[in-house]
């Protein structure tokens, strides 16, 4: 135990050398954090809350975005097993509100009534180097959440994470200046979301500027065995 304890401060302390500071729109956002080469241990991806508006539209698609307006994102996530090697062929859904705030497939209070739509909901295949990358765009936000987007990790039909990942503060001021995003209310930040505290730094995406837009990739350890305990057949999360 002791010794594995001593692995991941290694780890982090590696992270934090190979990690680099990116300055952009006035803010510096840590780039990702790199696995270790010597096959040590990889900290596994926290599990979060489902929240009420998954569902699963059967679409394979690498484009999520149908029209709507946003700043454009590409999202790569990385599916590493806990010896930090790449997964192929894991199964990566993604899901997340417009830029209003509005879930596709839902009517439910705080947005529009999106019955009938699929925006902004997909899955892939993981590639050989373990990756998934999926175009979209930046999340909008909701009352009460932080901004945020779902993802699911399922190997051999079996869910072995489910959780979210978000964005740095100052990024989301940036792009929350442009018109698509304005809206009124008060938005959550990160340090105000307890779901975003239970997993806290390693659940924000590592973010590049490109083209008129942004690049965010995120590594995601996943235990192949947690599937049982993460999803009982028939059992969903707690509606949030
Ligand atoms: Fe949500």
């Known amino acids: 135990m002791t010794g594995q304890i001593i692995r991941l401060q290694l780890i982090d302390r590696r992270a934090a050398l190979t990690g680099g500071l990116l300055a952009l729109g006035g803010g510096a956002f840590a780039l990702g954090r790199q696995p270790p080469a010597d ?45 930090c090697r790449p997964l192929a062929g894991a199964r990566v859904d993604v899901w997340h509100c417009d830029s209003q705030g509005t879930y596709s497939g839902f009517d439910a209070p705080e947005q529009s009534d999106a019955r009938g739509q699929t925006f902004l909901r997909g899955w892939l295949p993981t ?68 779901i975003f505290r239970q997993g806290g730094a390693q659940t924000i995406a590592a973010i590049a500027p490109q083209g008129e837009g942004h690049l965010a990739r995120l590594r995601v350890a996943v235990d192949p065995a947690a599937g049982a305990a993460a999803s009982p057949p028939g059992r969903r999360g707690p509606p949030r």
């Open 39 to 83: 096959g040590g241990v990889c900290r596994l991806y926290p599990q979060q809350t489902e929240g009420p508006f998954y569902l699963d539209p059967k679409m394979q698609r690498s484009d999520i975005t149908e029209n709507r307006p946003g700043s454009p994102l590409e999202l790569i996530v990385g599916v590493q097993g806990p010896d």
């Open 127 to 194: 590639a050989a180097n373990g990756e998934a990358a999926f175009k979209t765009i930046y999340p909008g936000w909701y009352p009460g959440r932080t901004p945020h987007i779902h993802l699911k990790v399922i190997l051999q039909d079996s869910t072995v994470l489910t959780s979210q990942l978000y964005f740095p503060e100052e990024l989301s001021d940036a792009v929350y200046r442009r018109r698509e995003y304005a809206k009124a209310g008060t938005r959550y930040r990160n340090a105000n979301d307890g």
